[in-house]
């Protein structure tokens, strides 16, 4: 184990822990609060690690939805991935056999650490890169655990509990406007989001703004790589 990339690893994930902490509690107590038992709250965090699309499974649970419903879902609301994997394809290479692994485990959190802060110097840097999506996996699987054991035990009004994930998406976005100096991606992403919102409706926002993002951010790479590095 590579104790200096996993120190500079939590370092990097704290906030991220922090807020997946609360936000899987958050869904094992609405997991509870419809009789499911702990270890399906678990084995919901282990193997589809899908924020969004886990506090969507809970309505769809609610509703006795079909279990393909769910899983088609999933897949429509998580292949934004899809965008964020083409950016991460020279850096997933060179981390060998953790590579499968790794794109498991990419988040939007996750993909915003690996994207938006500068990797600590005299670190393996694939070591470091698998630390840290590591530590966000596990910190979200022990809050789901924790919110649904507790739920099991105290009965908790869940109202509004699912705006915990937006609010973790908000604290990510803070720092990142701290971090750097362009302000060009989140101008086109706030533009490309409300454009995308009128054009396709509230339904299909996240897909076509997604879309038109990623288009707009590599027509315009040298202009905001140059803007970054004034």
């Known amino acids: 184990m590579d104790k200096k990339a996993l120190n500079e690893a939590f370092k990097t994930s704290l906030p991220v822990i922090l807020g997946y902490l609360p936000s899987g509690f958050a869904f094992g107590l609405m997991m509870s609060s419809l009789g499911q038992k702990v270890i399906t709250s678990g084995i919901m965090a282990i193997l589809m690690y899908a924020g969004a699309g886990q506090y969507i ?5 609610k509703n006795n939805s079909p279990l393909i419903t769910i899983i088609i879902t999933t897949f429509l609301i998580n292949c934004k991935h899809l965008f964020y994997g083409l950016s ?18 990419l988040t939007d959190e996750t993909y915003a650490l690996l994207t938006g802060t500068v990797y600590p110097k005299n670190v393996n840097t694939n070591q470091y890169i698998f630390y840290v999506a590591v530590i966000n996996y596990l910190s979200w ?23 915990a994930m937006t609010a973790l998406f908000l604290v990510l976005l803070t720092s990142q406007l701290k971090t750097f100096t362009t302000k060009y991606p989140f101008i086109i992403g706030a533009g490309t989001a409300l454009f995308a919102l009128m054009l396709f409706g509230k339904g299909n926002i996240l897909l ?8 707009l951010l590599v027509v315009l790479r040298e202009r905001i790589e140059k803007d970054d590095n004034k």
Do not use: H, Y
């Open 88 to 105: 991460l394809i020279e850096t997933f290479n060179k981390t060998g056999r953790k590579k499968p692994f790794l794109i498991f485990l």
């Open 208 to 215: 076509g703004g997604a879309i038109m993002t990623v288009i």
């Open 141 to 163: 699987i022990a809050g789901c655990v924790l919110g649904a054991v507790f739920g099991s035990v105290v009965k908790f009004d869940t109202t509004g509990l699912d705006f």
């Open 57 to 61: 499974a809970v309505d769809f649970i």
